[in-house]
Each structure stands twice: as structure tokens, then as C-alpha cells.
């Protein structure tokens, strides 16, 4: 099963409110990391939190971290039209320094903002 | 700054053909590199992983192979095509362990 699994599939609201996006992995983490993709192009990374933070800020996003609940929440506030896109959270585990960064990616929320 | 080109853009192959996917990364030396396939409204799923020339780890069994012939060179390709092979293939960097990656524009590849 996949490692980090966001939650709603797809969320649809309209410009000006906040969209939440939640993510649950199972293992241990070093780290999670935000992306977001739009229609047919590749993923932009948005925001990495590490495993001994609980959130962190950039610009309108804002993202927490659970370690303890193995969960993370992506707030988009005031969004804008250009805000629709696809966000995928990806966790790199504690896999003992071996892993070379590997990333365990979600299945992702669409997000919808009508103008 | 750094920069990722991925080529082409869109592919159409018929089953059975070979394949040879191209991504290069300007701007920075050594980096960790990945290739990624990512099936119509779903997540992404790591395929190959580079730390160095010549250096390739794969993921999952399949019908392709990834070279790294030089640093900011990795070739994804395949000496026969399958049905299953279709997709939105991505290629991304990093500058090591646990450190963001940063993404082409990717190749959707459709087999006929």
C-alpha cells in the first residue's frame, strides 16, 4: 500500500476560502514534503517539513506534522483560482541512510478553486 | 540556477518498438537522479534512482532499464514496448539524501 495517502481525493472551493489537505504515512519518516502539479506538467516542491518540526510556513501554505499520529496537513489560505492543481505529499523514510533520497509518493487531492 | 529538460514532450510508439527517453540536469554537478512513471490520476512511482555515474538502482521489475552514461545525463529506455508501458514518465534531481527534488516537464508516452 502506499506510503503517504492524502485525504480528501478532491476538494472544490471557491476563491478567497482555505483549502486543507491531509496526508497519513506508516513508517518512520527523516522527512515529508509538499508538491503540487498542474495539468500535465511535472511537480513543483512547495515545502519540506523534518521529522522534529511540527509546522512550518511559506507564503499563503501552511503545513503541520504529526509524528505521532503519522499525519500532516497542507492549508492553502485565501486561495486563488491559479491554486488549482493536484498536491501530493511524499515522505523519505529512516532507512538507515541508504535510501539516496528516495521519496514515497501519494496518490494526491485535486484541488478545484472557482473563480 | 539550476535547470531539468526532459525530451521529448509526447511519444507515440507502437508495441514492440524501442525506447529511449532523455533528461538532463544544468547547473549543478553530482546530483542524485530519478526516474519516476505516473499512471493517469495517480501518484508516482519511483522506477530508477542514480547517485553517481554509472551507478543505477532499480525499483520494480519491469520492461526497462535506466543508464547514466555521464553526470547530468540519465537515459530511461527499453528494447521492447509494451501496452503496460504507457504513461507520464518524470524525471527529477536532487542534491542528496532526504533534500527536495526538482522535476521535468515529463514525457506521456502512449503505445499503440
Known amino acids: 500500500s502506499q506510503q503517504g495517502e492524502e485525504d480528501p481525493q478532491a476538494l472544490s472551493i471557491q476563491e478567497g476560502e482555505n483549502a486543507t489537505m491531509n496526508c497519513s504515512y506508516k513508517?518512520?519518516?527523516?522527512?515529508l514534503q509538499w508538491y503540487r502539479q498542474n495539468s500535465g506538467r511535472g511537480l513543483v516542491h512547495l515545502i519540506l517539513i523534518r521529522s522534529n518540526e511540527r509546522e512550518k510556513h511559506s507564503g499563503r501554505l501552511r503545513v503541520t506534522l504529526d509524528t505521532s499520529k503519522k499525519s500532516s496537513s497542507l492549508l492553502i489560505t485565501a486561495s486563488r483560482a491559479a491554486d488549482t492543481a493536484s498536491y501530493f505529499c511524499?515522505?523519505?523514510?529512516?532507512?538507515?541512510?541508504?535510501?539516496?533520497?528516495?521519496?514515497?509518493f501519494g496518490q494526491g487531492t485535486i484541488l478545484t478553486v472557482h473563480p | 540556477s539550476q535547470t531539468i529538460h526532459q525530451w521529448p514532450a509526447t511519444l507515440v510508439q507502437p508495441v514492440g518498438s524501442p525506447l529511449s527517453l532523455e533528461c538532463t540536469v544544468e547547473g549543478t554537478s553530482n546530483p542524485n537522479l530519478y526516474w519516476y512513471r505516473q499512471a493517469a490520476g495517480r501518484g508516482l512511482q519511483l522506477l530508477f534512482y542514480s547517485v553517481g555515474i554509472g551507478q543505477i538502482s532499480s525499483e520494480v521489475p519491469q520492461n526497462l532499464s535506466a543508464s547514466r552514461p555521464q553526470d547530468r545525463q540519465f537515459i530511461l529506455s527499453s528494447k521492447k514496448l509494451l501496452l503496460s508501458d504507457s504513461g507520464f514518465y518524470l524525471c527529477a534531481w536532487s542534491l542528496g539524501v532526504h533534500q527536495p527534488q526538482h522535476f521535468g516537464d515529463g514525457t506521456r508516452l502512449s503505445i499503440l
Open positions: 513508517t518512520s519518516i527523516n522527512n
Open positions: 511524499a515522505t523519505a523514510d529512516n532507512a538507515g541512510g541508504t535510501s539516496y533520497g528516495k521519496l514515497t
